[in-house]
């Protein structure tokens, strides 16, 4: 039998991994249901905003209980620390690796992560076609800063399309969006399908 300590930190972890998945899914089904809101003028502000309001609930519940979680581990323990990880595909594709995943620190300048550098890449500084992490670049960018032809994230900066909660783009959306074709709740540009302000 496990002891009580054992038993509430993997009931936070579950509870973490669990609100995590339902907090990005409602997070996909809010910008599927956006796109239907512009689609569709009469739907406008009906499906998005309760998608939205279940991630950001979930997501908020998600980081509270990983709190909790390493709080019971302790700061003692080898899974407190920092762990490195880096998986990389012996495949390559146009001279890159068919997939980079990477969580670790720099060797050169053990104060920043390393990149991962990839047709996939996944990590806190990512480069690909695919790239998916903080500080994203790529084709497809996903991130928190993303830079790419197609990139969504907080801070999303585009070739052609970009969405997100600053997004500058020839298309863009999101909460400020900057474009010649934008909508969002603060749109600027020549053609402003939507702004709210």
């Known amino acids: 039998m496990n002891p009580p300590k054992n038993t509430n930190h ?12 339902i907090g990005t899914l409602m997070l996909l089904l809010s910008a599927a249901s956006y796109v239907l809101e512009v689609l569709y003028p009469a739907l406008r502000g009906t499906l998005a905003w309760w998608f ?14 990983y ?8 700061t003692n323990t080898a899974a407190a620390q920092p762990a490195n990880f880096r998986r990389t595909s012996t495949v390559r594709w ?19 992560p390393a990149i991962a550098k990839g047709v996939l890449a996944v990590g806190v500084r990512a ?23 197609v990139s969504v994230g907080v801070c999303s900066i585009g070739l052609v399309l970009a969405g997100g909660t600053l997004a ?30």
Request: proline residues 4%; contains cysteine.
């Open 52 to 65: 939205m309001f279940t991630a950001v609930v979930s997501l908020f519940i998600a980081s509270l209980h």
């Open 67 to 74: 709190s909790k979680y390493l709080s019971l581990l302790g």
């Open 127 to 149: 480069r690909g076609v695919v790239a998916a992490g903080v500080e994203a670049r790529g084709v497809f960018a996903f991130g928190v800063l993303s830079i790419g032809v």
């Open 168 to 197: 500058l783009a020839p298309i863009a959306f999101g909460v400020q969006a900057i474009g010649l074709v934008a909508a969002g709740v603060s749109a600027i540009g020549w053609k402003v399908l939507f702004s709210v302000g």
């Open 10 to 21: 993997r009931h936070y972890k579950s509870s973490f991994i669990i609100n995590t998945a």
């Open 94 to 112: 146009f001279g890159l690796p068919l997939y980079d995943i990477c969580f670790q620190q720099d060797p050169n300048n053990p104060r920043m």
